[in-house]
């Protein structure tokens, strides 16, 4: 690891102000659980990390009946795990900060570290996308809110200008009718790190699906809306056959990553197996009998 | 009886200063005036190095010395093939080879220095694959040629014994690379004193085998080198004699006369190799209708990579321990042992036992099918028994084979679930075991495998015992304490076992081969008695009485004839010492055991006893994903008397995970002989959340020839694991993985040809 100087500001303001004096010099520390690791690889050298730890109110989870959940980039994933009001208006947000990586990451990283860095083997952004997320970034001009869809462009890309911060992420008030699937796959019980996930968002009218959000993470460069499957389950009645018709629907019609941790067709196949389970659950079906 | 005597839990001597952070490990340890060592590794396979060009790496500020293969000495080391240098000379093997070494200041400065070398190589073609070592054209890795090593054993008449089976079964069987995963990766400190004597400290499973190493590869005399073994982390074979870095280290220190510290990163301590040997296996095995083997014939090809290491030793133990485990007269085995241009692989814990377990296990599944037996029936009939001379002529003097057989058969409802039936949907169960044996030591390095103790009793009457067997973690030290606590009558917390030092405790052969508990426990017992005997005479001649009526305990010597007869420990040892002609208690013992080398046969009773272990598994085998879950897992261990049942218990589970992780979750990836996953987040071991509760059980068979009855407990529980869980997917979906890992794409390429198969 090389040296640097670590800068600890008090409050956003001069989080950015650090950031626009150093520059390309600079880096944001807001957990480390990722970054620590580059620089001891000295994949990366920065001569200066402004860490965000002393931000208390970037760790703040509050709940406004007309804004919605609002989550402090700073929030660790274990504080959103263990948080009454996530897991009163968004259990499934509780449940996802509550399986992701290993319990050491859950202590130390945080959900703004998270999206920002956008490694595509992890869980929020597929979720957070799924739950129509907005995000909150502050510059050294001001801030802005951009919606989740337009916030994870590619393979650890972010549509962040350098100097901004990701201050929060907010839910918007949850419909009580619409409810929202998530699941992440482990290609062995050992993985700390998807090789799949997807999230599902329906109201389900008297057996029928409508408004669907289908979107698959990990498996993809960038968290992806599937579109063609959305319209295809919209208005429908789900049956195990329409299930698993989305199924090869979804594997087809994802853009799939190929490594180490599954290949291209490795990836389709679990994407398939999710789907067909996730839809399955969302009309009450059993997926586990059918073959 | 003590709260910790022989047969009870017993929390280990070393978890305090584990649990508060003050157990000392070789990285920890700092001299004032140390230098960092960082290692240049070949990005090549096989290249010949042209040119070194370190100047710039010199002139960085901080540099204290840079080293190639030019300054190394010109003596090769190795284990029987003389093969290897400090640092690579004139060419490479291997992607990972150290070629340059940076002394600094410090690790960053260093590291930095590494940038600045500038190494011309011409690469040269590589050999990758092991199936094309022996191919007339292949390239060779040394001048001999590829093959390292061959192996051939005969016994009785196989070929009239295949021709007696009703039953005949052959298959090949591939197993994989594994990497140890201690907790920690290999630390050396190594320095100079002002006589030019050299002080290692490194993690090392053998303080002794180490010197003996260090002065063959640094070309000086044994007794100018002395080996510290500090707290150790782990080491699973890995630590043995194959690794290089300590001797590295060493040399640097000399080379500077400066303590120097080389600590690897995980990513260096993954590149350097010290995997388990990769293996392909054949084996034709003959069975009569009912169940008996006539006949098994076994051709092996296995990699030790660039170097030869331990693995020829390893290769045997594949070739022909599993025959011992049964009652068989009629066995072939044919082994060769080649070169690639990959890391050098050799010693894990198993010792090649791992890999014909998995084959032999799957095997007898299959077969047993094949006879409509059940396999643990299969087991139990063929089951080499208590009082039996094995085919290679070892005796059996305990085997509590069938006992785990039965524990395994209960403890997972075995019968019960295996005529439950079939499931059809999405998640399918099966269960499957496996069974299999180990040795308990090995005569094997020189005609000696003994274990020596020096034992002193302070005047305080508290005992420091003097050993070189090396505890990495798996207990030893506090087997010794329990045993010498108990024989001497004194509490475990005056018992303090000190650290192998090559120029303060006795000459041992270290950690391997699951010898310390059977040897060197023996050796602590005969310590143990004959300092209670000196302390009874001294005690004797003090109260006026006789040595036979006295007895001690809980740190006072009693007489059992007159209760006024008594004095405490601390009084008759300081008695001991302060009379004219007297002296500390100061009591040194050898156990030796009556074992053979092995002939040039390979025939011989090498150990003085023998472990066994059976294992159950039930796995849910995910149809749609591949992904394979263990549900439950029975073991039972024949350990002979569990000195330290919590030990044993440890080591049961502990193996029984890093089985797990051979067989479903660790892989090492490779292109071009390139490592492509050296980092635990892409190399996945198994961690505490991955499994289920882990279930051990200890069948207790009392060998004659151990201490208290005790065998060893550290390794025979490795080897069922894997062949246990194929056989669990087999039972579960009809389709047998012979290839190691089982990953979700071979699950689910063989779900799909079986598929394809039922359809056409």
Known sequence: MRDFHYLEPRTVSEATAMLADHGEEACVFAGGTALILALRQRMMAPGVLVSLGQLEEMRAIRFDPKEGLLIGAMARHNDIARSKIVRQHYPVVAEMAGGLANPQVRNQATIGGNLCYADPSTDPPACLLALGAELTIKGQHGARRIPMDEFNVDYFTVAMEPGEILTQIRLPPPDQEVTTFYRRHLRTPAEHRPVANLALAVRNRGGAFEDVRLIVGAATPAPQLLDGVQDYLSGRSVTAEVAAEAADRAAEEMFPISDGRGDEGFRRQVVRALTRRLVAEAANLDWKETE | MNAFAPGLPTPQVTSQEKALGRATYAGDLKIAGMLHAKLLRSPHAHARILN??????????????????????????????????????????????????????????????????????????????????????????????????????????????????????????TTHSQYPGYMEPMATLATTDGSGKLTVWTATQSVFLARQRLAEALDRPVSTVRVVQPTVGGGFGGKIIEERSSVIAGFLAAATDRPVRLCLSRIDDMLSGAFSVPMKIRLKMGMTRDGRITAKDVSIRADCGAYAGLAPEVMLVTAMRSDNMQRLEHTRSHA??????????????????????????????????????????????????????????????????????????????????????????????????????????????????????????????????????????????????????????????????????????????????????????????????????????????????????????????????????????????????????????????????????????????????????????????????????????????????????????????????????????????????????????????????????????????????????????????????APAIANAVFDAIGVRITDLPITPEKILAAIAAQKEKRDA
Not at chain 2, 377 to 383: D, I
Request: hydrophobic share 40%.
């Open chain 2, 52 to 173: 070194v060009d370190v100047s710039r790496a010199i002139a960085l500020p901080g540099v204290r010395a840079v080293f190639t293969g030019d300054d190394v000495p010109q003596r090769a080391w190795g284990v029987k093939h003389k093969q290897q240098h400090v640092l690579a000379r004139e060419v490479v093997r291997f992607v990972g080879e150290e070629i340059a070494a940076v002394v600094a200041i410090d690790e960053d400065t260093a590291e930095e220095a590494l940038d600045l070398i500038r190494v011309e190589y011409e690469p040269l073609p590589a050999l990758i694959d092991p199936s094309q070592a022996l191919e007339p054209n292949a390239v060779k890795v040394h001048p001999g040629g590829n093959l390292a090593d061959e192996i051939g054993i005969v016994r009785g008449d196989v070929d009239s014994a295949f021709a007696e089976a009703d039953i005949v079964h052959e298959e090949t069987y």
């Open chain 2, 336 to 721: 060769q042992l080649v070169y690639t241009h990959t890391m050098p692989r050799g010693a894990f814990r198993g010792f090649g036992g791992t890999q014909m377990a998995f084959a032999l296990n799957s095997h007898l599944t299959a077969m047993a099918d094949l006879a409509g037996i059940d396999p643990i029936e299969l087991h139990r009939q063929n089951a080499i028994r208590t009082g039996d001379l094995s085919i290679h002529g070892w005796k059996i003097g305990s085997c509590g084979l069938p006992e785990c057989l039965n524990q395994i058969e209960g403890a997972i409802g075995w019968t019960e679930k295996r005529s439950r039936p079939k499931q059809r949907g999405v998640l399918r169960r099966g269960i499957g075991m496996a069974a299999a044996m180990h040795v308990s030591g090995n005569r094997t390095m020189g005609n000696w495998d003994g274990s020596t103790i020096v034992l002193k009793v302070n005047e305080d009457g508290r005992v420091v015992v003097l050993t070189s067997e090396a505890d990495v973690g798996q207990g030893s030290n506090t087997m010794l304490s329990q045993i010498c606590a108990h024989e001497l009558g004194v509490p475990l917390s005056h018992v303090s076992v000190q650290t192998p030092d090559t120029d303060f405790t006795p000459y041992c052969l270290g950690s391997i081969a699951s010898r310390v508990t059977i040897n060197a426990g023996k050796a602590m017992i005969k310590a143990a008695r004959e300092a209670r005997e000196t302390i009874l005479a001294a005690a004797a001649e003090k109260l006026g009485c006789d040595a036979i009526d006295l007895t001690i305990e809980d740190g006072v010597v009693q007489s059992t004839s007159n209760a006024n007869h008594f004095a405490k420990l601390p009084d008759i040892c300081r008695y001991h010492i302060f009379r004219h002609g007297g002296e500390g208690i100061h009591i040194k013992a050898t156990h030796d055991p009556d074992t053979v080398m092995m002939d040039g046969d390979h025939y011989g009773n090498i150990a003085p006893a023998y472990s066994f272990a059976a294992q159950a598994v039930e796995v849910e085998v995910d149809t749609e994903t591949g992904q394979v879950r263990l549900i439950e897992s029975w073991l039972s261990d024949d350990c002979g008397k569990a000195i330290n049942p919590l030990a044993v218990h440890g080591q049961s589970n502990g193996a029984a995970v890093q089985a797990i992780g051979w067989t479903l979750c660790e892989e090492l990836q490779f292109e071009e002989g390139r490592l492509m996953n050296g980092n635990l987040a892409d190399y996945t071991m198994p961690t505490a959340d991955s499994v289920p509760e882990m279930h051990s059980s200890i069948v207790e068979s009392m060998d004659p020839n151990g201490p208290l009855g005790a065998k060893g407990a550290s390794e025979t529980a490795i080897l069922p694991g």
